[in-house]
């Protein structure tokens, strides 16, 4: 088990002007807001990133259009947030949009919203045929193989139906489109992440060697409030936790887990949906099906918000005792 403190924030906020981030814009030492939500619904991870009373040479550093949409996919917005003992990048993505405005008297803002994939989901297109005999890996790297091009690879790759094309098909229309067909009939969902195309099987085991990361939430490791079973699954809330990635695996005190109180309002008329029993696990054990990370540099906001389901429900594949943990902050550095 490894462990570190959840004391004393690390933030950093740069616009790569060319891709590789030779050349990039600092914006880490502003007052900066960040929303970054994540899901297994087949489409971009995306950020809401607002940065407060930048100079007029700031916001014209960044060479995009004000209130345009960015057609140039080489820029790209990195963050990278956590704590001083344990940070990464939550996020990495395609600049597509640039704003400015004012907050209040006081207050002017520079917003850019980012999406990872964007430009891979928006124009990559498929145009290949395969012969009578080809595999489900063939067909799914056809679509990776277009997808290249736009910055996005494999970052988890599926496991395939050993089934063969019966006959010659062609490939044809938006990558994201094709990609969806294979995972219809491959049984897994799929969406983009930072470091590319993540996929999760509908059904069974994760491979080995994702079932060997597990993070363990308590109030001890940054758990906030107790766990609510909705209609989707558990809903948490903690101390932002850059270890958290829709697709892995959380483990929860079952004894946390509670079911909301009765809604009458309209708006809240699904939460009192029960759960099903694939929503809660028995040992605790949850895959995490979609994730949001919410900050504020100069305020108190600095969470993360997930929705898992159960995981070991049906699955055979032991998991690995090798757990992520936190050290709870001591009031020390």
């Known amino acids: 088990m490894s462990g570190q403190r959840q004391w004393k924030r690390f933030f950093q906020l740069v616009v790569a002007e060319d891709g590789s981030n030779t050349t990039a814009i600092d914006l880490s030492d502003f007052h900066v807001k960040f929303h970054i939500t994540q899901a297994i619904t087949s489409r971009p991870c995306t950020a809401e990133i607002t940065v407060y009373n930048p100079s007029d040479e700031t916001v014209n550093a960044i060479?995009?259009?004000?209130?345009?949409?960015?057609?140039?996919?080489?820029?790209?917005?990195?963050?990278?947030?956590?704590?001083?003992?344990?940070?990464?990048?939550?996020?990495?993505?395609?600049?597509?949009?640039?704003?400015?405005?004012?907050?209040?008297?006081?207050?002017?803002?520079?917003?850019?919203?980012?999406?990872?994939?964007?430009?891979?989901?928006?124009?990559?297109?498929?145009?290949?045929?395969?012969?009578?005999?080809?595999?489900?890996?063939?067909?799914?790297?056809?679509?990776?193989?277009?997808?290249?091009?736009?910055?996005?690879?494999?970052?988890?790759?599926?496991?395939?139906?050993?089934?063969?094309?019966?006959?010659?098909?062609?490939?044809?229309?938006?990558?994201?489109?094709?990609?969806?067909?294979?995972?219809?009939?491959?049984?897994?969902?799929?969406?983009?992440?930072?470091?590319?195309?993540?996929?999760?099987?509908?059904?069974g085991a994760l491979p080995p060697a994702e079932t060997k990361k597990v993070v363990v939430l308590t109030p001890s490791t940054g758990l906030l409030g107790?766990?609510?079973?909705?209609?989707?699954?558990?809903?948490?809330?903690?101390?932002?936790?850059?270890?958290?990635?829709?697709?892995?695996?959380?483990?929860?005190?079952?004894?946390?887990?509670q079911n909301p109180d009765y809604q009458t309002a309209y708006s809240a008329v699904n939460e009192n949906l029960p759960a099903t029993g694939a929503m809660v696990a028995g040992d605790g054990l949850y895959l995490v099906k979609s994730r949001e990370h919410t900050g504020d540099t100069r305020g108190d906001e600095w969470y993360t918000d997930i929705i898992a389901i159960g995981y070991s429900k049906g699955v055979q594949t032991p998991v690995s005792t090798e757990v992520y943990n936190f050290i709870p902050n001591t009031g020390a550095k």
Request: net charge negative.
């Open 226 to 257: 107790r766990p609510n079973i909705t209609e989707n699954g558990i809903k948490a809330r903690m101390l932002l936790n850059p270890l958290i990635d829709f697709g892995g695996l959380v483990q929860i005190d079952q004894s946390l887990v």
């Open 63 to 203: 060479s995009a259009p004000i209130n345009q949409y960015v057609k140039d996919a080489h820029m790209k917005v990195i963050i990278d947030a956590g704590y001083e003992e344990r940070h990464s990048v939550i996020f990495q993505g395609d600049l597509w949009w640039k704003s400015t405005g004012r907050e209040s008297e006081t207050d002017t803002y520079l917003r850019l919203i980012a999406a990872s994939g964007d430009a891979a989901n928006q124009y990559a297109v498929v145009n290949k045929s395969l012969p009578a005999g080809a595999s489900q890996s063939e067909a799914f790297d056809v679509v990776m193989d277009s997808m290249k091009d736009y910055g996005v690879g494999v970052c988890k790759r599926p496991t395939l139906s050993e089934a063969v094309l019966p006959r010659g098909k062609v490939f044809y229309g938006l990558a994201r489109d094709v990609m969806q067909g294979i995972a219809d009939r491959n049984g897994f969902d799929w969406s983009y992440d930072p470091l590319g195309i993540v996929t999760i099987p509908k059904q």
